[in-house]
């Protein structure tokens, strides 16, 4: 079982950037591949960017380039820096955790409850 808490989310104006966190319990994160997706209203929630277990990294055309997802395996914590953010970002990110190595797929055994990204014009 693991269990995934999201940080770093708020209010930003286009241009800027923010940095989410999200904090994983148990022993074996180190083994878990970990995405992130994000959620705008109305619409389907969507893969951002997946980092495996040994490190390589993927992620969706829209945010290449200005988005950066990492991993540290001794704090249990993968993170998604968010550069040049447009407000077509805003919707809330949500990090997952799979042992299937699973990239772009929703299907994820393991879910954050969330946190709120706004980009402002």
């Known amino acids: 079982q693991v269990q995934l808490v999201e940080s770093g989310g708020g209010l930003v104006q286009a241009g800027g950037s923010l940095r989410l966190s999200c904090a994983a319990s148990g022993r074996t994160f180190s083994n878990y591949a970990m995405g992130w997706f994000r959620q705008a209203p109305g619409k389907e929630r969507d893969f951002v960017a997946a980092i495996r277990a040994m490190g390589s990294t993927y992620y969706a055309d829209s945010v290449k380039g200005r988005f950066a997802i990492s991993r540290d395996n001794t704090k249990n914590t993968v993170y998604l820096q968010m550069n040049s953010l447009k407000p077509e970002d805003t919707a809330v990110y949500y990090c997952?955790?799979?042992?299937?190595?699973?990239?772009?797929?929703?299907?994820?055994?393991?879910w954050g409850q969330g946190t709120q990204v706004t980009v402002s014009s």
């Open positions: 997952a955790a799979d042992l299937r190595g699973l990239i772009t797929s929703t299907q994820y055994n393991y």
